[in-house]
């Protein structure tokens, strides 16, 4: 034993020989609760930040930046709610219009598959031609059964052109589109009559719906 160790009193060297077990203790401890952690925060980093090259985790296309809508297009608010928006004239959308029956029922589906969180969703049907809907087709996707309001093109010329402007912008004018709670729109989807496809619209929906409720009339 050295002569310094011989200056140190026994319960100072007791007490460095615990501080330092108990700091590798806490160090080891540390390194468990990472290697334990580390695989969810990656998939959480993965998914809500970070998007591989060539992939993304969601399946509608976001619109970037979002759209805004002009609350003079329409007798209907699209504040405080999320609005899934279809444009098909009604005189085409019959029994055995196949394509726009698709969109309809798509819409109709996924706000059933919201479940208890459908409320927070309105249904919106700009019909085009304003024409009469066809009586079977009314029935079916009216706002008592299937929670659609229906409403017709805005009659001033100069409104009327912008809302099929920023309808068509992208190429979206036959896409569901989906208009968020501040009355923008942010995303569109296609129609799909695919199981599969069905289940990653639901994904997206139900994504934005647990993430975001701002600025939602609940």
Known sequence: MSDKELLIPASQVDSSAINAQTRRGRIQMLILLLACAAPVIASYFAYYVYKPAGG???YGTFVQPAQETNPAWFSLPLTGKWTLLVARPAGECTVKDEQCLEALFLM???RVAMGRESGRIQLLW???DGKAIDPEVGHAYDQEVA????VNLP???KLKSEFLLWLNREGAAQQIQ???PSAEKMMYFPVTNSPKEFSSIKKDLEKLLRLNHKGESL
């Open 56 to 58: 993304k985790t969601n």
């Open 108 to 110: 109709r589906q996924l």
């Open 126 to 128: 700009v019909n085009t």
């Open 147 to 150: 929670g659609f309001t229906v």
């Open 155 to 157: 009659t001033d010329p």
């Open 178 to 180: 989906l208009i968020d």
